[in-house]
Nanobody
Framework: QVQLVESGGGLVQTGGSLRLSCAASGRTFGSRVMAWFRQVSGRDREFVAAISWNGDTTDYAHSVKGRFTISRDNAANTVYLQMNSLKPEDTAVYYC???????????????????WGQGTQVTVSS
């Protein structure tokens, strides 16, 4: 069985920082693009950031670029999202995901990903 487990979410004040982790088990995803998405209640899941299989290439949503950093440790089968200068509009459930194809280009579309974690709540107070 494949499992992705997010952790590191919580409650922070505006301007604060959080580091999210996504640990995979049951399968090695070292050859796959991985990504972070987020979802606010009542809205569709939206793209946040993606990283290539070896970490050489990254992509970010405009709303988080310059504040968030995605990284990965393939030896640990883990992807991270460092979130700085948090804003109330960053409040959401954050999900990690694995691209369905090996070594493919980065994609912001949900349909490109086939494994998902259960999500971790990030709440930013004003």
């Amino acid at each position: 069985q494949v499992q992705l487990v997010e952790s590191g979410g919580g409650l922070v004040q505006t301007g604060g920082s959080l580091r999210l982790s996504c640990a995979a088990s049951g399968r090695t995803f070292g050859s796959r693009v991985m990504a972070w998405f987020r979802q606010v209640s009542g809205r569709d899941r939206e793209f946040v950031a993606a990283i290539s299989w070896n970490g050489d290439t990254t992509d970010y949503a405009h709303s988080v670029k310059g504040r968030f950093t995605i990284s990965r440790d393939n030896a640990a089968n883990t992807v991270y999202l460092q979130m700085n200068s948090l804003k109330p509009e960053d409040t959401a459930v954050y999900y990690c995901a694995v691209h369905r194809d090996a070594a493919r280009r980065l994609s912001p579309q949900i349909v490109a990903y086939d494994f998902w974690g259960q999500g971790t709540q990030v709440t930013v107070s004003s």
